[in-house]
């Protein structure tokens, strides 16, 4: 019976734990942060959370540029969460969207 009953706590501490993730990663993409330039608004804005330092997770460079502005301004449902926010939503202009793609192709393609 202590087995069952250690089993089921563990199960929800780790449901738990995976909801705070899941939480606080939406969260940190969510902030209101200025675009002054396209790197300071990547860190500042915390971009680099999901896509990392190199730009080298969840980002797709064989997509068009275009493709690429759109999902920053519109988003993107991902297959599991987070999911990209809408940064048109936060103030971004296509200009600037673009910007940030440029910056991330860049920052990917540096050893």
Do not use: R, W
């Amino acid at each position: 019976m202590k087995t069952t009953q250690l089993k089921k706590v563990g199960i929800i501490t780790i449901t738990i734990a995976a909801f705070i993730m899941v939480f606080l990663v939406s969260g940190a993409a969510q902030t209101d942060v200025k675009f002054v330039d396209a790197a300071s608004y990547y860190k500042d804005a915390k971009c680099v959370i999901c896509h990392g330092p190199k730009a080298e997770k969840k980002f797709d460079t064989a997509l068009k540029d275009e493709e690429m502005v759109g999902i920053v301004l519109n988003g993107k449902k991902a297959e599991k969460p987070p999911n990209m926010p809408s940064y048109q939503a936060k103030g971004i202009a296509a200009e600037q969207a673009k910007a940030l793609v440029d910056y991330m192709k860049q920052l990917k393609s540096t050893p």
